[in-house]
Protein backbone atom coordinates (compact mmCIF):
# COMPACT_ATOMS: atom_id res chain seq x y z
CA UNK A 1 0.00 0.00 0.00
CA UNK A 2 2.92 2.10 0.55
CA UNK A 3 4.13 2.10 -3.23
CA UNK A 4 0.29 2.78 -3.83
CA UNK A 5 0.35 6.44 -1.74
CA UNK A 6 3.32 7.48 -2.86
CA UNK A 7 1.89 7.12 -6.31
CA UNK A 8 -1.41 9.06 -5.38
CA UNK A 9 0.59 11.65 -3.49
CA UNK A 10 2.54 12.12 -6.98
CA UNK A 11 -0.45 12.71 -8.86
CA UNK A 12 -1.76 15.02 -6.50
CA UNK A 13 1.31 17.14 -6.59
CA UNK A 14 1.18 16.86 -10.61
CA UNK A 15 -2.51 17.36 -10.56
CA UNK A 16 -1.94 20.82 -8.95
CA UNK A 17 1.02 21.73 -10.88
CA UNK A 18 -0.92 21.14 -14.14
CA UNK A 19 -3.80 23.03 -12.78
CA UNK A 20 -1.62 26.04 -11.73
CA UNK A 21 0.06 26.35 -14.97
CA UNK A 22 -3.33 26.28 -16.98
CA UNK A 23 -4.77 29.32 -14.50
CA UNK A 24 -1.61 30.93 -15.20
CA UNK A 25 -0.88 31.07 -11.48
CA UNK A 26 2.83 29.77 -11.59
CA UNK A 27 5.02 32.07 -13.13
CA UNK A 28 8.61 31.64 -13.84
CA UNK A 29 8.64 31.96 -17.40
CA UNK A 30 11.54 34.04 -19.15
CA UNK A 31 9.36 35.42 -22.70
CA UNK A 32 11.60 34.86 -25.05
CA UNK A 33 11.64 37.86 -27.74
CA UNK A 34 12.30 37.89 -31.40
CA UNK A 35 12.43 40.59 -33.91
CA UNK A 36 8.99 40.33 -34.91
CA UNK A 37 7.42 39.72 -31.41
CA UNK A 38 9.53 42.57 -29.64
CA UNK A 39 7.10 45.39 -30.07
CA UNK A 40 4.12 43.78 -30.10
CA UNK A 41 4.82 42.30 -26.53
CA UNK A 42 5.45 45.46 -25.46
CA UNK A 43 2.21 47.02 -26.09
CA UNK A 44 0.86 44.16 -24.78
CA UNK A 45 2.29 44.31 -21.76
CA UNK A 46 2.50 48.27 -21.51
CA UNK A 47 1.30 48.11 -18.06
CA UNK A 48 4.55 46.20 -16.83
CA UNK A 49 8.59 46.55 -16.34
CA UNK A 50 10.56 44.90 -18.83
CA UNK A 51 14.42 43.37 -17.88
CA UNK A 52 15.45 42.32 -21.16
CA UNK A 53 18.45 40.00 -21.65
CA UNK A 54 20.17 40.06 -24.74
CA UNK A 55 22.50 36.42 -24.72
CA UNK A 56 24.25 34.06 -26.77
CA UNK A 57 23.88 30.83 -26.73
CA UNK A 58 27.85 29.66 -26.34
CA UNK A 59 28.19 32.49 -24.00
CA UNK A 60 28.73 30.86 -20.48
CA UNK A 61 28.39 34.07 -18.43
CA UNK A 62 24.79 34.10 -20.12
CA UNK A 63 24.50 30.16 -19.03
CA UNK A 64 25.40 30.98 -15.86
CA UNK A 65 22.83 33.92 -15.56
CA UNK A 66 19.72 31.98 -16.97
CA UNK A 67 18.30 30.04 -13.80
CA UNK A 68 18.66 33.31 -11.93
CA UNK A 69 16.69 35.34 -14.14
CA UNK A 70 14.55 32.12 -14.06
CA UNK A 71 14.43 32.62 -10.14
CA UNK A 72 13.86 35.64 -10.78
CA UNK A 73 10.52 35.82 -13.06
CA UNK A 74 9.15 33.84 -10.08
CA UNK A 75 9.90 36.63 -7.03
CA UNK A 76 8.72 39.31 -9.39
CA UNK A 77 4.90 40.71 -9.67
CA UNK A 78 2.75 41.31 -12.58
CA UNK A 79 4.14 44.67 -12.98
CA UNK A 80 7.57 43.52 -14.05
CA UNK A 81 8.47 41.09 -16.89
CA UNK A 82 11.58 39.29 -17.42
CA UNK A 83 12.26 38.51 -21.09
CA UNK A 84 15.27 37.31 -23.05
CA UNK A 85 16.57 37.52 -26.66
CA UNK A 86 19.25 35.60 -28.68
CA UNK A 87 20.83 37.84 -30.30
CA UNK A 88 22.94 35.68 -32.73
CA UNK A 89 19.36 34.46 -34.04
CA UNK A 90 17.88 37.89 -33.84
CA UNK A 91 20.80 40.43 -34.98
CA UNK A 92 18.62 43.18 -36.38
CA UNK A 93 16.77 43.81 -32.67
CA UNK A 94 20.32 43.21 -31.05
CA UNK A 95 22.01 46.10 -33.54
CA UNK A 96 18.98 48.72 -32.28
CA UNK A 97 19.93 48.30 -28.61
CA UNK A 98 23.67 48.48 -29.47
CA UNK A 99 24.46 45.26 -28.09
CA UNK A 100 28.11 44.55 -28.33
CA UNK A 101 28.38 41.89 -25.12
CA UNK A 102 27.09 39.21 -23.42
CA UNK A 103 24.99 39.22 -21.45
CA UNK A 104 23.64 42.30 -21.76
CA UNK A 105 20.82 43.48 -19.85
CA UNK A 106 17.97 46.56 -20.52
CA UNK A 107 15.42 47.87 -18.27
CA UNK A 108 12.31 49.44 -20.30
CA UNK A 109 10.57 51.42 -18.36
CA UNK A 110 6.16 50.83 -18.48
CA UNK A 111 4.50 53.82 -20.38
CA UNK A 112 7.49 55.05 -21.31
CA UNK A 113 10.42 55.23 -24.09
CA UNK A 114 13.01 55.39 -21.54
CA UNK A 115 15.09 52.63 -21.70
CA UNK A 116 18.38 52.29 -19.12
CA UNK A 117 21.19 49.84 -19.32
CA UNK A 118 21.10 47.07 -15.96
CA UNK A 119 24.95 47.40 -14.76
CA UNK A 120 23.75 45.53 -11.16
CA UNK A 121 25.17 42.73 -9.61
CA UNK A 122 23.72 39.84 -10.96
CA UNK A 123 22.60 38.31 -7.79
CA UNK A 124 18.42 38.04 -7.42
CA UNK A 125 18.65 39.91 -4.26
CA UNK A 126 20.45 42.51 -6.51
CA UNK A 127 17.84 42.65 -9.42
CA UNK A 128 15.20 42.99 -7.09
CA UNK A 129 16.34 46.20 -5.34
CA UNK A 130 16.72 47.67 -8.79
CA UNK A 131 13.31 46.49 -9.85
CA UNK A 132 11.90 47.58 -7.05
CA UNK A 133 13.15 51.16 -7.24
CA UNK A 134 16.62 50.95 -7.97
CA UNK A 135 16.50 52.34 -11.34
CA UNK A 136 15.31 55.18 -10.20
CA UNK A 137 18.93 56.28 -9.09
CA UNK A 138 20.21 55.12 -12.61
CA UNK A 139 20.38 57.84 -16.02
CA UNK A 140 18.03 56.97 -18.92
CA UNK A 141 19.72 56.87 -22.26
CA UNK A 142 19.39 59.96 -24.68
CA UNK A 143 17.23 59.80 -27.41
CA UNK A 144 19.86 59.41 -29.97
CA UNK A 145 21.70 56.51 -27.77
CA UNK A 146 17.64 55.02 -27.46
CA UNK A 147 16.76 52.09 -29.54
CA UNK A 148 13.62 53.86 -30.01
CA UNK A 149 15.68 56.50 -31.20
CA UNK A 150 16.31 56.85 -35.22
CA UNK A 151 19.91 55.58 -35.00
CA UNK A 152 18.85 52.94 -33.22
CA UNK A 153 15.71 52.00 -35.66
CA UNK A 154 17.84 52.78 -38.67
CA UNK A 155 20.08 50.30 -37.79
CA UNK A 156 17.83 48.04 -37.01
CA UNK A 157 16.27 47.99 -40.07
CA UNK A 158 19.19 47.53 -42.39
CA UNK A 159 19.68 44.62 -40.97
CA UNK A 160 16.61 43.29 -41.28
CA UNK A 161 16.16 44.01 -44.58
CA UNK A 162 20.01 42.17 -44.92
CA UNK A 163 18.04 39.10 -43.26
CA UNK A 164 15.04 39.74 -45.08
CA UNK A 165 17.59 39.02 -48.61
CA UNK A 166 19.11 36.38 -47.04
CA UNK A 167 15.61 34.31 -46.24
CA UNK A 168 14.29 34.99 -49.50
CA UNK A 169 17.68 33.63 -50.77
CA UNK A 170 17.35 30.54 -48.79
CA UNK A 171 13.75 30.31 -49.38
CA UNK A 172 14.21 30.44 -53.60
CA UNK A 173 17.24 27.74 -53.34
CA UNK A 174 15.32 25.52 -51.31
CA UNK A 175 11.72 25.93 -53.33
CA UNK A 176 12.99 26.00 -57.63
CA UNK A 177 16.94 23.90 -56.62
CA UNK A 178 19.18 26.69 -58.24
CA UNK A 179 21.80 28.25 -57.01
CA UNK A 180 22.91 31.38 -54.53
CA UNK A 181 24.15 33.13 -57.80
CA UNK A 182 20.65 32.65 -59.14
CA UNK A 183 18.49 33.66 -56.26
CA UNK A 184 20.56 36.68 -56.08
CA UNK A 185 19.37 37.04 -60.02
CA UNK A 186 15.57 36.51 -59.36
CA UNK A 187 15.98 38.90 -56.80
CA UNK A 188 17.23 41.52 -58.65
CA UNK A 189 15.10 41.35 -61.52
CA UNK A 190 11.94 41.30 -59.13
CA UNK A 191 13.66 44.38 -57.95
CA UNK A 192 13.64 46.00 -60.75
CA UNK A 193 10.75 45.25 -62.42
CA UNK A 194 8.99 46.52 -58.94
CA UNK A 195 10.84 50.03 -59.34
CA UNK A 196 10.13 49.95 -63.05
CA UNK A 197 6.06 49.88 -61.27
CA UNK A 198 7.15 52.61 -58.52
CA UNK A 199 8.29 55.04 -61.58
CA UNK A 200 5.55 54.36 -63.54
CA UNK A 201 2.83 55.08 -60.96
CA UNK A 202 4.96 58.37 -60.26
CA UNK A 203 4.99 59.64 -64.05
CA UNK A 204 1.34 58.90 -64.14
CA UNK A 205 -0.04 58.60 -60.79
CA UNK A 206 -1.13 62.68 -61.23
CA UNK A 207 -1.96 62.72 -64.44
CA UNK A 208 -5.64 63.67 -64.87
CA UNK A 209 -7.85 61.27 -67.26
CA UNK A 210 -10.70 63.85 -67.61
CA UNK A 211 -11.43 65.71 -70.63
CA UNK A 212 -11.12 69.08 -71.48
CA UNK A 213 -13.21 71.72 -71.96
CA UNK A 214 -11.46 73.50 -75.10
CA UNK A 215 -14.94 75.15 -75.54
CA UNK A 216 -15.36 76.45 -72.06
CA UNK A 217 -12.42 78.09 -71.68
CA UNK A 218 -12.82 79.85 -75.05
CA UNK A 219 -15.71 81.17 -73.90
CA UNK A 220 -13.93 82.47 -70.70
CA UNK A 221 -11.19 84.04 -72.81
Not at 20 to 42: I, M, P, S
Not at 97 to 104: A, C, K
Not at 120 to 130: L, N, P, T
Request: proline share 4%.
Amino acid sequence: STPQLGMGRWLVCRWWLWLLWLTGVAQGVVLELTTRNFDAKLRENSDAHFLVEFYAPWCGHCQMLAPVLEDLSERVGSDVIVAKVDATAHMALARRFNVHGFPSLFFLRAHSSEVRIYEGGRAVDSFMFYLKGGWKQTEALSFMQSPYGPSGRIKGLVIAIGNLVLDTRDWLKQSFGISSAGAYAAMGGSAFVLFIVFITILAFGGFDPAPRNDHEHAHRD
